[in-house]
């Protein structure tokens, strides 16, 4: 979630990495390493090109922000490679880009995220400091005013983002008081409120070994990763201080809240309810959502208020599952003039969806299209770590990248109707409008943006 405005990975090393395909469309070969002292990884050696990419996950993010310090994870994330141990940030990032090693932090709302990619040859020095970026940062006084003014311009240019405001006005209707509710890249105030004490135990609470969830993918065999993940990892506590985020109940079912805005386009958001990571109707839903308004071009949506009518210039739908709340959300941008009319299209696709399904051909076609566009995700070797780091979060099991299209195919005209019956419900759609929208009833106002 830090704002990318530090120094580019070397050119050598994009160079290789925008050549390597490896592995699209066949299936996967995952190794599962445990390390001499017990650190668990998942693996896909690959010795085609010599680039070791690595992806890792601490659980707990944002969400686990105290309150008023909202901000914090995503603020140690731009700090973690700003010096550590004896280097300080210039010299950190200079060892970063002489040796063509790319290396960043970033927080979510359920996590706290890395990511490195580096030149075989320069494996040693690049997991290196990444054990001193994670066990011995030195939030030096300069850095943290650094990256502070940075987050804190970020925010300042943003306050008046229709799109982010629609954003956080929708998450704060829907979830209240939960953390979720929360900005991950916090507020003017809560930025302004981290001390390097919150820093510092963020990194002692947030950052251990036994939380840690490892991928990798490049020129390395498991003997070797096994070596490394100790030596990188070993250091860090074996467990990280215990914490409970709340299951969170959506509210604000039906609500249609307009943030005026003088601006000739408005941005809409719009959600209700979704459906969790590992409830047996995911896949019907993923499939449902694709003829709804996630097929692009394709969807219902598009079709209807895009291209039928030329009333937005960009309409779609999307699950959100988090790990303790599930949204089915969308989004349109569109003149002031024609808000209304999109949204009671909107409502009307999803009545439409709900109360007469899908056709075959629609479902064979999304089936087909999701099956087929799987493989475009692993055009890199860090797309692919990445993808390691997210099944194992998802615990969907070592095989699941192997058979995630048969989860696919397996979807019928049945399942569709259930999933339809059971969570889609226009009138309990949750509508933020950011603009001045034209003959659109409101539930709610906001005339000064807050």
Do not use: C
Request: hydrophobic share 45%.
């Amino acid at each position: 979630m830090m704002p990318a405005l530090k120094r580019a990975p070397g050119a050598a090393l994009l160079a290789l990495a925008l050549v390597l395909v490896p592995a699209a469309a066949k299936a996967f070969d995952i190794q599962r390493v445990i390390s001499p002292g017990g650190i668990e990884a998942w693996l896909v050696e690959d010795h085609s090109l010599p680039i070791v990419s690595v992806r890792f996950l601490f659980p707990g993010g944002a969400a686990t922000d105290p309150a008023g310090k909202a901000g914090l994870a995503n603020m140690v994330s731009g700090l973690l490679d700003e010096g550590a141990g004896e280097l300080d940030s210039q010299v950190f990032q200079g060892r970063l880009a002489d040796q063509s090693i790319s290396l960043s932090f970033s927080a979510s709302l359920d996590g706290f995220s890395g990511r490195m990619k580096t030149l075989t040859r320069n494996r040693e020095e690049a997991f290196d400091l990444l054990r001193l970026a994670l066990t011995a940062p030195r939030f030096d006084a300069s850095a943290v005013a650094r990256i502070r003014a940075q987050i804190l311009t970020g925010l300042a240019a943003g306050a008046n983002n229709p799109n982010r405001i629609a954003q956080q006005t929708f998450r704060e209707t829907v979830f209240g008081d939960h953390p979720y509710s929360r900005p991950v890249t916090g507020t003017l105030e809560s930025v302004g409120a981290i001390t390097e004490t919150d820093l510092r135990t963020f990194v002692a609470r947030r950052l251990a070994r036994g939380e840690l969830i490892v991928g990798v993918v490049g020129d390395v065999t498991a003997a070797e990763l096994g070596t490394l993940l100790d030596t990188t990892f070993g250091e860090l506590p074996e467990r990280a201080e215990a914490f409970t985020i709340p299951q969170a109940e959506t509210g604000g079912a039906g609500e249609v809240i307009v943030v005026e805005r003088d601006n000739p386009q408005s941005r809409v958001v719009f959600g209700h309810r979704g459906v969790a990571r590992d409830d047996p109707d995911y896949y019907a839903a993923l499939v449902l959502n694709h003829v709804l308004g996630g097929g692009s071009f394709t969807s219902r949506l598009y079709g209807e208020v895009r291209e039928k009518r030329g009333l937005a210039y960009s309409v779609f739908s999307y699950l959100l599952p988090l790990e303790n709340a599930a949204l089915w959300m969308g989004g349109a941008g569109t003149e002031n003039g024609a808000v209304a009319q999109s949204i009671d299209l909107i409502r009307g696709q999803w009545e439409n969806v709900q109360e007469f399904a899908i056709s075959q051909d629609e479902l064979d076609r999304a089936k087909a299209n999701l099956i087929g566009s799987f493989g475009l995700r692993f055009d890199n070797t860090g797309s692919i770590a990445g993808t390691l780091v997210a099944v194992q979060f998802r615990d969907l099991g070592i095989d699941y990248l192997n058979r995630r299209n048969d989860l696919i195919e397996a979807v019928q005209l049945d399942d569709i109707r259930r999933v339809a019956e059971r969570i889609l419900d226009p009138a309990a759609l949750t509508v933020v409008v950011v603009g001045k929208p034209v003959g659109l009833t409101a539930t709610r106002t906001v005339t000064d943006g807050g």
